[in-house]
């Protein structure tokens, strides 16, 4: 009984993966075996090397998925340039700071080499960012499924109504990760990426000074780190940039919901969080460490799967910044 149990599981298990390689709208762990074996040791090689020399890089390199992912699907439609007819995502306000880019070609000019028109600058981004913030730890933090293909549409229109902003409260946030498939429990994990980076005054300062517009600031900010805040931003029109995670800005660790719990959320968005009760107990228990870096995982392969293009219904671009001819 039991070895015919182990048969079926195994038999079920052959014939999933392989009907995997060919189902359209799944991707799969290993997906290049075979059309071009070693791509992910040479983008976590090329991505290590630029890591160690600037480490801004992993918050540039997993916010430009995060883009990707949350505008047209895992669709590599951040990196495209705008051209004399179309105005990129790129050009919208909220990419303001995005970067990173030149690390995305430096992948694509290696990997064009060695296996031309093989590996979608979609799956780039997706190893890029699991590589840049594995660096600190020397291993990767997650797995990243491939086979996305590449679109071939990037519009600056498009940018606002579906990248979360820093001023909305928890239902707008909630709303957003739900239209892309994901959960209350997806948004709080993912937002504890904030726990490197950094973030701009203009995108906070109403916190500061004008949170009702009638020159008060936000209660829910921590009075002493307001007043932090505000020598780093001394008036509304100051545009330079902040640490999110002050304690560890470029660690990747759990500071991000220590600072949270002490009302020093950068963002609107940030301390929202707090203000849903099963979100808040979520913050409480995503202080330790494992369970952080788990449920990070796990969250990382569902946002990597949003609106993927496979199969047919995409391309491998040859250059990232511009659809093939
Ligand atoms: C929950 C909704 C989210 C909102 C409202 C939000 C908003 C923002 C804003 C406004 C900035 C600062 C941009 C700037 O001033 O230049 C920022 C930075 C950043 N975000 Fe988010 N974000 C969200 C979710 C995420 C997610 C899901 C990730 C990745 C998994 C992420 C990763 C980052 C990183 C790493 C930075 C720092 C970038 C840098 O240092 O250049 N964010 N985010
Ligand atoms: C831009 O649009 C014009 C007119 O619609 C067209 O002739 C031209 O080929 C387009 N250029 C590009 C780069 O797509
Ligand atoms: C590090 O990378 C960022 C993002 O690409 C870039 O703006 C910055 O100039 C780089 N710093 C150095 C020292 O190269
Ligand atoms: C959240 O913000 C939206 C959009 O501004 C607003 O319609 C909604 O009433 C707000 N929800 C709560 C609970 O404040
Ligand atoms: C604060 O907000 C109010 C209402 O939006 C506006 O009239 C006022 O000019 C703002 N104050 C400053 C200093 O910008
Ligand atoms: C918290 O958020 C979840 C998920 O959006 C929602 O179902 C629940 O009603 C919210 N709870 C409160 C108290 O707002
Ligand atoms: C864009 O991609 C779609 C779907 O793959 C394809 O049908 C269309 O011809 C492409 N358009 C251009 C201009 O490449
Ligand atoms: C990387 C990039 O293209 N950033 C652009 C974001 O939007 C601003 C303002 O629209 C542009 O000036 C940046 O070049």
Redesign the pocket.
Known sequence: MKICNLLIIMVAFLASSVLGNYQSNVLSPNYYWGSCDGVEEIVREITWKRVAANN?L???L??M??HDC?VRGCDGSVLLDSTANNTAEKAAI?N????GFDVIDEIKKALELKCPRTVSCADIVALA?RDAVSYQFRRSMWEVLTGRKDGNISRESEVLPN??????NFST?NQ??VNKGLDAR??VV???????????C???SNRLYNFTGKGDQDPSLNRNYATFLKRKCPNLAATS?VN?DPITPTKFDTNYYVILKRNEG??Q??AALLTNTSAKSFVNRLINPSLFLSE?AR??VR?GNVGVLTGDSGEIRENCRVVNP
């Not at 990248?163 to 909305?168: G, K």
């Not at 993912?190 to 701009?200: R, Y």
Request: aromatic fraction near 14%.
């Open positions: 801004t992993p918050a540039k997993i916010r998925h995060f949350f909220p303001l700071s995005l970067g960012a990248i979360p902003s820093p001023f909305s946030l957003n990760f997806d948004l993912l937002s504890g990426a904030h726990t490197i980076g950094v973030g701009h203009n995108l906070f940039a999110m950068l963002f968005s940030d990070f969250s990382m946002l």
